[in-house]
């Protein structure tokens, strides 16, 4: 029997968008497990008691985010969660992704040498003018891209990061090639806005669609500041978990 699900029309939300978040949390929590089969539109339909164009659209948008997956002929099956990113003392890319049972991957899209203005002399604690390495990323879980990132550090401590990076996709590969075997987070501060053009591309994500905004320091095990960066996150493909130790 069909459980008919009420949605608020007085909300200010999209009639899909709501739809779409209700089936969102029904897969992170459990509800509609990876592997499952959708129900058919029309008894989506009828439970949100809206037309079956709303439901596709709801669809639709799950499917670009690849946590649904239309087989031709066979239904819409759920294909993954979306990506529980915990922020905590020791945050890894590629240790949480692979935790969740995905392939995580990263990618050297752009970097650069800059001097340290303001705010970056203050976050990583170096004189005004400093010469930085600055290298943007994109990380990616089972070829879905997550996060885009910019982050800047000390040239002088990390020569040939953009190199290290560039062959392994990693930036604990590329610091412990730099000699810096372990790091550990300082701070991070959570923000939201709207996507701009550039990460928009990256993320494949509709411009006005919103992104999480990451802004951390990690710091050496001597307690000195190494990396200051500020990530991109495709809000609709990722849920923040914030550890309690940090």
Known sequence: MTINTTLDRSAGIAVWRQIMETLKAEIVGGSLEKGSRLPPESELATRFGVNRHTVRRAIAALTSEGILRADQGRGTFVTSAPLNYTIGPRTRFS?????????????????????????????????????????????????????VGTSWLEQARVPNLVRDYAESGSITTALKQAGIEDYKRKQTKITAELVELRDAQQLGVGLGQPVLVVESVNLDMAGRPIQYTRARLAADRMQLVVNGDL
Not at 111 to 138: C, F, H, K, W, Y
């Open 95 to 147: 240790e949480i992704v692979s935790s969740q049972d995905r392939a995580p991957s990263g990618r050297l899209i752009g970097s650069s040498v800059e001097e340290a203005d303001a705010l970056l002399s203050n976050q990583l604690e170096v004189p005004l003018g400093t010469m930085l390495i600055r290298v943007e990323t994109l990380r990616v879980a089972d070829g879905v891209p997550m996060i």
